[in-house]
């Protein structure tokens, strides 16, 4: 099944913004259902839950289907199933982007911390008087941060390529990422 990418609208916010509406789509998500059976599940009328199907098939996340029996069931769309289980190559996608912000980050703070101008204070006076001059840098908390950051970087990239390079390309699309 080719992977399907999802127009998030105004309109499908609004859709979404309702916590009925997404359990009823988390319950499609596992199987197929009538009206009667999510009313049951979700404790509501079937009025309700038929006028929130009504809403969210509008918006094109689920479908009903007549196969021949005496029941409509309801199913989630191409749309609503990407709209809940984005597929593979999106979420490394997500990990390489993160991965490279942190890392850019982490770079970004250790240059900062090695390019910082150190100035000469004195230290608060002695006992016996006068004072030294002792250089100033910047806060060792900037390298540490960087260093971290950093570090967090290149794992998330390792591991947004090695998950790139361990799935298949007929496959890529629909392994779950977070097993």
């Not at 009206?35 to 979700?42: I, P, Q, R, S």
């Not at 970004?108 to 004072?131: C, I, K, N, Q, W």
């Amino acid at each position: 099944m080719e992977p399907v990418d999802i127009v998030l609208t105004k309109e499908t916010f609004e859709v979404l913004a309702s916590e009925t509406r997404l359990t009823i789509l988390k319950n499609l998500n596992e199987r197929r259902m009538t009206v009667t059976e999510l009313a049951d599940d979700l404790g509501l009328a079937k009025s309700t839950v038929h006028h929130h199907l009504q809403r969210l098939a509008d918006a094109g996340l689920v479908a009903a289907g007549e196969d021949g029996h005496a029941w409509v069931y309801y199913a989630l769309t191409p749309e609503g199933r990407a709209l809940l289980q984005p597929h593979g190559s999106a979420r490394i996608r997500i990990i390489l982007t993160a991965g490279l912000a942190s890392l850019a980050g982490g770079v970004v703070a250790v240059a900062a911390f090695l390019t910082a101008p150190v100035r000469e204070g004195p230290v608060p006076p002695l006992a016996g008087g006068g004072s030294l001059p002792v250089p100033e840098g910047p806060p060792l908390e900037l390298l540490a941060a960087g260093i971290v950051l950093a570090v967090i970087g290149v794992i998330l990239i390792a591991y947004a390529c090695a998950r790139r390079r361990g799935a298949s390309p007929r496959t890529r699309g629909s392994r779950d990422l977070y097993r």
